[in-house]
């Protein structure tokens, strides 16, 4: 097949339904260079700026009897806002638009009007993509929520006029409202004599020992610890006595500046966030002392101060936590923030009154996690389980699996795996899907 068949042996061509004839075509193309020159340097520097935009310089007339009615309808067209599509005889069918057209016509070449017409292909407009940072606009709403958590503790809690027994009283009470944060972070009960004339340094108490959870969990994992068992994320959350001393080291400064020592490692973010529940709940367990004397009034009002303190803070942490971890599967995602997104709703839907400006910021913090989670997590693969015939290494499993030696930590991490030049053969491994 030659050319001749490829192409309108009558070189007939066509924009936006406008038929006309093509005598010449001219076509423009290439990339746009930018050629930087420099004083006293013989070499230039040519900068590419991307494909030029196609240009077809057409010469063409439109003939015949009704050869006015073509010119018109041919200048109505080219006249017409927008893009159209340009017939070309040799070159074939695109969208483009006339930048530049003129025609003549004389009386000594009746019946024909010749134009030359310059059209450019029209390309798409591509807006400039934005989105949202759903991590950013959690940990915004997390901030102030605090903020607003703090204030609202601190307008609340009074001790005023309170001695002797009344006040030993409370500190139980404040005692039993973070025991469950006392049972991962001990320490913090024992500064409660010291700061319970203090609102403020109750908040800090309780606040520095969810950070000192939160920071435990999202810390850097050290492959050797990791490989070690000394690391919070190499065992299930029951860490044995060895991980246990490494943490207590670790976190020795800490304890002497107030804010505890980790007794339980946190492990992944999804049993972190668990914990946080579990550490919730105290504080809504403690017993409202019946009131009947202005004593047991104001004790039943820290209490309740106390336990919404200590709720909204869990809460707070975990939405940290859940918008601060990169997940690696959907499971992972959807188990740690329901926890999260179940505490929020604890603190919204309590008995007790809640200040309008912080039940406002527990919606906005949910909204917020809850986009997070939709846009973070749907494209996360799921968990699948592998088992190995076999004793084998860890980048040999990889191989396999995804064609990626580099992903054996990967599969190491998530499966506590000491060892990872051996995993043992029949052992049932948790894999992501992809």
């Known amino acids: 097949m030659s050319w001749h068949t490829r192409i309108d042996p009558e070189l007939r061509g066509s924009?936006?339904?406008?038929?006309?004839?093509?005598?010449?075509?001219?076509?423009?193309?290439?990339?746009?260079?930018?050629?930087?020159?420099?004083?006293?340097?013989?070499?230039?520097?040519?900068?590419?700026?991307g494909r030029r935009a196609k240009e077809w310089r057409?010469?063409?007339?439109?003939?015949?009897?009704?050869?006015?009615?073509?010119?018109?309808?041919?200048?109505?067209?080219?006249?017409?806002?927008?893009?159209?599509?340009?017939?070309?005889?040799?070159?074939?069918?695109?969208?483009?638009?006339?930048?530049?057209?003129?025609?003549?016509?004389?009386?000594?070449?009746?019946?024909?009007?010749?134009?030359?017409?310059?059209?450019t292909e029209s390309g798409q407009q591509l807006m400039p993509e934005?989105?949202?940072?759903?991590?950013?606009?959690?940990?915004?709403?997390?901030?102030?929520?605090?903020?607003?958590?703090?204030?609202?503790?601190?307008?609340?809690?009074?001790?005023?006029?309170?001695?002797?027994?009344?006040?030993?009283?409370?500190?139980?009470?404040?005692?039993s409202v973070i025991d469950g944060l006392e049972q991962f972070i001990g320490g913090i009960a024992e500064d409660i004599t010291s700061v319970i004339r203090?609102?403020?340094?109750?908040?800090?108490?309780?606040?520095?020992?969810?950070?000192?959870?939160?920071?435990?969990?999202?810390?850097?994992v050290n492959a050797l610890d990791l490989y070690s068992g000394n690391s919070p994320l190499s065992g299930n959350g029951e860490s044995d006595s060895s991980s246990r001393n490494a943490?207590?080291?670790?976190?020795?400064?800490?304890?002497?500046?107030?804010?505890?020592?980790?007794?339980?490692?946190?492990?992944?973010?999804?049993?972190?966030?668990?914990?946080?529940?579990?550490?919730?709940?105290?504080?809504?367990?403690?017993?409202?002392?019946?009131?009947?004397?202005?004593?047991?009034?104001?004790?039943?009002?820290?209490?309740?101060?106390?336990?919404q303190l200590n709720g909204r803070l869990a809460a707070v942490t975990a939405a940290r936590v859940v918008a601060e971890t990169d997940w690696v599967s959907r499971q992972?995602?959807?188990?740690?923030?329901?926890?999260?997104?179940?505490?929020?709703?604890q603190q919204i839907q309590t008995v007790e009154p809640i200040n309008d400006d912080v039940f406002n910021a527990l919606i906005v913090l949910r909204a917020a996690l809850s986009t997070d989670l939709r846009s973070r997590a749907l494209a996360l693969p799921n968990i699948s389980t592998y088992t190995p015939q076999v004793t084998l290494p860890a980048v040999v499993i990889a191989h396999r699996l995804y064609g990626d030696a580099t992903r054996a930590d990967e599969i190491c991490v998530r499966n506590s795996v000491r060892h990872p030049g051996a995993l043992r053969g029949g052992m049932v491994l948790e894999v992501l899907s992809d």
């Open 198 to 220: 203090f609102p403020a340094n109750i908040v800090g108490m309780i606040l520095g020992g969810y950070n000192q959870l939160r920071n435990a969990v999202m810390r850097p």
């Open 130 to 175: 934005t989105s949202i940072d759903t991590q950013l606009e959690v940990g915004l709403a997390a901030e102030i929520l605090e903020a607003l958590t703090d204030q609202d503790f601190l307008d609340r809690w009074s001790i005023e006029g309170l001695t002797g027994w009344s006040l030993a009283s409370i500190e139980r009470d404040l005692a």
């Open 58 to 119: 057409l010469s063409l007339f439109v003939a015949g009897d009704d050869y006015d009615q073509q010119r018109d309808k041919l200048i109505k067209a080219l006249d017409a806002p927008g893009a159209a599509t340009l017939v070309h005889p040799y070159i074939g069918t695109m969208s483009a638009v006339a930048t530049d057209a003129r025609f003549s016509e004389s009386t000594r070449e009746g019946g024909v009007c010749v134009f030359e017409v310059t059209f």
């Open 332 to 345: 992972d995602a959807d188990a740690a923030g329901t926890d999260a997104l179940n505490l929020i709703d």
């Open 247 to 307: 943490l207590n080291l670790s976190t020795s400064s800490q304890s002497a500046s107030g804010f505890g020592r980790l007794r339980l490692a946190p492990g992944t973010p999804v049993r972190a966030v668990r914990m946080l529940t579990e550490a919730s709940a105290s504080g809504y367990a403690v017993d409202i002392p019946p009131m009947d004397t202005p004593e047991n009034i104001q004790r039943a009002n820290n209490i309740v101060a106390a336990a």
């Open 15 to 49: 924009y936006r339904g406008a038929d006309f004839f093509v005598e010449r075509s001219d076509t423009t193309v290439g990339r746009r260079w930018l050629v930087h020159e420099y004083p006293r340097r013989d070499v230039p520097y040519t900068e590419d700026m």
